[in-house]
């Protein structure tokens, strides 16, 4: 076994059915890229030839999930796949009660409207977009208790995602534990570059809130990797299977916000999940109203049963190691060739730093913006923004947050590309770094009111 780790891994299946992808010429790129306002999310994926936008939905099922896809009972109340998914959940994660939803911002709607009152604060380790408009279109206010390591690109903290305990502590002197729903607590941090929490760190959490009463959620979208970075890297779990790392993490925590579409391998779906009875309740009566009945929460039968299979391939530890080894296997690449990335390695995508990578453009230009955009002109790959217009604007204020991070995204669907397509991908980036003194900035056309990067319109700065 030790002398297999040696040797290269593989991933631990063959590939059965195949998706015609197609190269395009830049000129066309050039019209593509202008016709989309500059922003990746509004290219067409048939003018994508690898799609690096997001891991979210976009992973390959397997011959097992779409087996089930077959066996949907699509009964409006009381389907067999949403009790299959019910014990799934309480199996591998651990909650008692389970609310299916659409997708992640289901569940984040559902628990903002019963747990957050106008006027409360809602710390977390870094924001995530949706989770925080969810917070604030309750009332509340999210306030970051991060640990500052992971406001640092190039500082190699193995646990960037922790909760900085003072700051937690703080906020409750400061404010009141009555004001403080919950403590959002979130497993591999989306926009701190995909970096862990400890198991350490969630079990002070849940020392400290408990003094309080205060409850924790997790933001289980991306768990299971968040368990294998502690099995690699955190003292004690070097044996433990991720299973076992994943319900002792789900151990600390009142419930979970999930979105499907991420660790649990499925293209839609997503659920609530709590520990509370009375929560619980209130969860299942508001469900009716935004998604559908509370055993299918907006999913079709056969959503729920792959949704169901997922979760127990997710959690096997063959693939959590060749899904976060071709992260790594990409992010080494661009590392080889000196181009600046978030440090460590992340779990779902290689991040790279758009303030050192374009060191000569400023923030309210928008630098990872326009290198999203200066990557898909170069070979098609598609990423995307994280950055300040991701950040979007105070809603008390109006100001632009001026996050400390401005970073491309490079995300890696489960499944979908071999190691050549990311060689493909490194080697487009090391082109447009080589050229990276051309580059200009953008000025913003067109922004919508929410959630602002999925749809705002840019031009070329001169
Ligand atoms: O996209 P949803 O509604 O299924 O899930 C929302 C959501 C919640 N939490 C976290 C950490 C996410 O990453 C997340 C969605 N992420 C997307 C779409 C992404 O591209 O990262």
Redesign the pocket.
Known sequence: MDEQHQRSWAEPFKIKMVEPIRMTARADRERFIAEAGYNTFLLRSEDVYIDLL?D?GTSAMSDQQWAGMLLGDEAYAGSRNFYHLEDAVRKYYGYSYLVPTH???GA?HILSQIAIKPGDFVPGNMY?T??RLHQELAGGTFVDVIVDEAHDPAADYPFKGNVDLEKLQELIDRVGAEHIPYVSV?ATV?MAGGQPIAMENLREVRKLTKIHGIRVIL?A??AIENAYFIQQREPGYHDTPVAKILREMCSYTDGCTM?A??DALVNIG?FLALNDANLYDEARNLVVVYEGLHTYGGLAGRDMEAMARGIEESVSDDHIRARVGQVEYLGRKLQEADVPIVRPIGGHAVYLDARRFYRHIPQDEYPAQALAANIYLDSGVRGMERGIVSAGRDPQTGENHHPSLELVRL?IPRRVYTQAHMDVVAESVVEVYRHRAEARGLKIVYEPKYLRFFQARFDPLD
């Open positions: 997001t979210s997708q992640g911002r984040e995530f949706t989770t979130a989306n933001d979208a991306r979105s579409k991420k997503g995300t």
